[in-house]
C-alpha cells in the first residue's frame, strides 16, 4: 500500500486541501485510493505515534490503524491519502527550542515504523517566513512574538534544512513540496499528485484557489477561455493562470497584513529573498520534488 501524508505545514491551506480530495474521494475509491474524513484518523494517529515512546510498533498496530481508519477492506485500498497538519505539534511548538519542526524526525520515524511494508510518501507546503511566522503568531495563543519564535532567529531559518534533517533520517521516503505562494496556479497537481492519478486528467475543484483570489469577472473569462481551447496543455494552462491572476487579482486575497513588532520593509524584503534562494536549494535536494508552476 502507498501511505500518503500531507504535514502541512501550519498556516498553508488551512484544509483546503483535503476538503478538495475529498470531493473527489468517490470517484478515485473505484480505482484504490481511499480518502477517509479527517475525524477518522488524526487524534488516532497522534496517539499512536504517542503511544510507541521506544521500541518498535507490535505487529498487529497497523491492521488495528487501518480498520479504524478506513470504511473499505484494507485489501482493496491502494493507496491512502491522510492530512494532518498538526501531526508534528501544535503550532505555538513550531519553533520549539529554535528549531523548525524539532520532533519531525522522531515522530515520522515512529511512522515509518507503523507502515513498515508500505511505502510511505509526505507532501509539504511552504511558505515564505516573512508571512509565515505573524500567521503563526495569529494561529497561537500567546501574541508574544518570543512565545513563537523560541529564540530562533527569523533570517537564519530555512525550510531547506528541515528538509535535509529528515531526508537523512529517512532517505527511503520520497517528499513532495510546494510553495505556498504558488498554490493558486498548481492546485490540481497538487490534488492529482496526491491522489496518484494522471497529472492530466480532469477533477473536481482543480480550479478552486484561482477563484478564490482573482474577480469573479476573470474567472469567467478564464473558463470560457478553457473552453475555447480545451486540448491546453497543462503548462500552458498555468501561465495562462498566471495572467489571469496578473490582471484579475483581489488585492484583500493576494496581499498579507504583516504585524511583527521590529519588522521594516528592508528586514521583509530580506526575509523574502533568503526564502527565493531557498527554494532553489529545495529543488536539488535528493529525494524531494518540488511542484512549480
Known sequence: MQVILHLGVHCTDDD???????????????????IPGPSRYRALLSEA???????????????ILLDAIL??????????????????????????????????ERRLRTLRGLFEEDDLELHIGLRDFATWLPALLRDSPNDEPGAVLHGADPMQLRWSSFLRRIRADLP???????????????????LRRMAGVPLDRKITGAFDMLSAVIAPEGMRRFRA?????????????????????????????????????????????????????????????????????
Open 71 to 104: 470504511s473499505e477492506d484494507p485489501d482493496d485500498v491502494k493507496r491512502l491519502v491522510l492530512s494532518h497538519r498538526n501531526f508534528l505539534c501544535v503550532p505555538r511548538l513550531a519553533l520549539q527550542d529554535g528549531l523548525l519542526y524539532r520532533l519531525a
Open 16 to 34: 483546503r486541501l483535503l476538503k478538495g480530495l475529498l470531493r473527489n474521494a468517490d470517484t478515485w475509491r473505484h480505482e484504490g485510493v481511499a
Open 172 to 190: 527511503d521516503v520520497p517528499i513532495t513540496v510546494w510553495a505556498n505562494e504558488d498554490t493558486p496556479l498548481i492546485w490540481g497537481q497538487l
Open 49 to 63: 505515534v504517542n503511544s510507541i515512546s521506544s521500541g518498535r510498533p507490535t505487529p498487529e498496530a497497523r491492521e
Open 225 to 293: 477561455f478553457l473552453k475555447e481551447n480545451p486540448d491546453l496543455p497543462e503548462p500552458q494552462k498555468r501561465k495562462v493562470m498566471a495572467a489571469f491572476m496578473d490582471k484579475y487579482a483581489l488585492t484583500s486575497e493576494v496581499e498579507e497584513e504583516l504585524d511583527m513588532p521590529g519588522w521594516d520593509a528592508p528586514y521583509v524584503d530580506m526575509l523574502s529573498e533568503l526564502y527565493d534562494d531557498d527554494l532553489d536549494r529545495i529543488s536539488q535536494i535528493d529525494g524531494v520534488t518540488l511542484v512549480m508552476p
